[in-house]
């Protein structure tokens, strides 16, 4: 009777161990996947000092999170979703890393018309900010696919210009802390003086603060 029992909790602890080692492979190599779809008022700006334009920006995609820490969270903007400004997709795909403790990532790409040239994109960990190099044209105004208008910074969420430097200057400490590069976003739209980081656009009288706020 005793073998009997002993026998049976050895039959139900391997079932348990079994059951046990299949929840946490699967935790370990199936990460948890979540639709992502978030709208924020953005703005374009400008390296020549002209007029920013506001924008309407969209970012969707797929998050997948690892549970167990084992690997890298990681936003999938796929070849349907992705970023959008006004509508329109800047980016023809982009997947962007992110490690655990660092409140941006960044992540430059390579389109397949390779004389456009790299184009950066950098996303907060939060999913709360997007800045990120697009092209623009003027005279359709509107944004274009990269490399097939005038080079501008996206920046969003911004409502004004002040949001705008807020938004650069968080991201650019952040960036200087891990030495990441940070000349794609800051030059020539800021500097950095005595009195901390300003955005240009700020110090020009004939662009007060505020003026081109969205209604």
């Not at 050895?10 to 079994?18: D, E, G, K, M």
């Not at 995609?61 to 167990?68: K, N």
């Not at 030059?187 to 955005?199: E, K, V, W």
Request: one cysteine or more.
């Amino acid at each position: 009777m005793k073998k009997k029992k002993i026998f049976t909790f050895a039959i139900i602890l391997a079932v348990v161990l079994l059951i046990a080692a299949g929840v946490v492979r699967y935790l370990w190599t199936v990460p948890a996947e979540s639709a992502v779809d978030k709208t924020y008022s953005g703005w374009l700006m400008f390296p020549d000092g002209r007029e920013p334009v506001s924008c309407q920006v969209r970012l969707a995609g797929t998050y997948y999170h690892y549970r167990l820490g084992n690997d890298m969270d990681r936003l999938d903007g796929g070849y349907e979703s992705g970023l959008f400004v006004d509508g329109v997709r800047p980016f023809e795909y982009f997947l962007i890393y992110f490690r655990e403790g660092e409140d941006y990532e960044a992540v430059s790409i390579l389109h397949s018309n390779v004389d456009s040239g790299l184009q950066n994109m950098a996303v907060s960990n939060a999913l709360d900010m997007v800045v990120a190099e697009v092209s623009y044209d003027t005279q359709r105004e509107k944004v274009v696919p990269w490399g097939s208008g005038d080079k501008c910074l996206l920046v969003a969420p911004a409502d004004n210009l002040e949001e705008v430097e807020y938004q650069i200057s968080r991201m650019s400490a952040d960036f200087q802390e891990n030495d990441w590069d940070t000349e794609w976003f800051e030059y020539p739209f800021i500097h950095t003086g005595a009195g901390g980081t300003r955005l240009l656009l700020l110090d020009d009288p004939s662009v007060p603060a505020g003026r081109h706020a969205l209604k």
